[in-house]
C-alpha cells in the first residue's frame, strides 16, 4: 500500500514562494513506469493539475504555471517537491500530492495540505 504525505507552510505571503513536500512510503519513487504529480483544488473551483517528475526525473507543467513551476526529487529520502514562484491569493488552494500510474491514472492521493496566500 503506497502512502503519500505532504507537509509545508499553510500560509505565505504574496509574492513568495510556496515549498511542499510530500513523503512516500510503501513504494519507490523510482520504479519504473510511475510518476508524482501535484493536483490543487483553489475553494469553491475544480482539480487543477500542476505537474508531473516522471521515475527517471523528466517533468512535465502545466503551461498556465509552467514558468512559476518547479518539481524536484531527492530520492535518498523517497520524496518529491513542489515550490510555486511569486504567489498571488489566487494560488491559495488544497494541494494534493499523487502517484500516476503507468496507465496515466491517478491511483494513490496524499490527504492533501490547505495553503493560504496572504499578508
Known amino acids: 500500500q503506497v502512502q503519500l504525505q505532504e507537509s509545508g507552510p499553510g500560509l505565505v505571503k504574496p509574492s513568495q514562494t510556496l515549498s511542499l513536500t510530500c513523503a512516500v512510503s510503501?513504494?519507490?519513487?523510482?520504479?519504473?513506469?510511475?510518476?508524482w504529480t501535484w493536483i490543487r483544488q483553489p475553494p469553491g473551483k475544480g482539480l487543477e493539475w500542476m505537474g508531473v517528475l516522471a521515475y527517471d526525473g523528466e517533468t512535465s507543467y502545466n503551461p498556465s504555471l509552467k514558468s512559476r513551476t518547479s518539481i524536484s526529487r531527492e530520492t535518498s529520502k523517497n520524496q518529491f517537491s513542489l515550490q510555486l514562484s511569486s504567489v498571488t491569493p489566487e494560488d491559495t488552494a488544497v494541494y494534493y500530492c499523487?502517484?500516476?500510474?503507468?496507465?496515466?491514472?491517478?491511483?494513490?492521493w496524499g490527504i492533501g495540505t490547505q495553503v493560504t496566500v496572504s499578508s
Open positions: 510503501g513504494g519507490s519513487i523510482i520504479i519504473s513506469g510511475y510518476g
Open positions: 499523487a502517484r500516476l500510474s503507468p496507465l496515466l491514472e491517478v491511483d494513490y
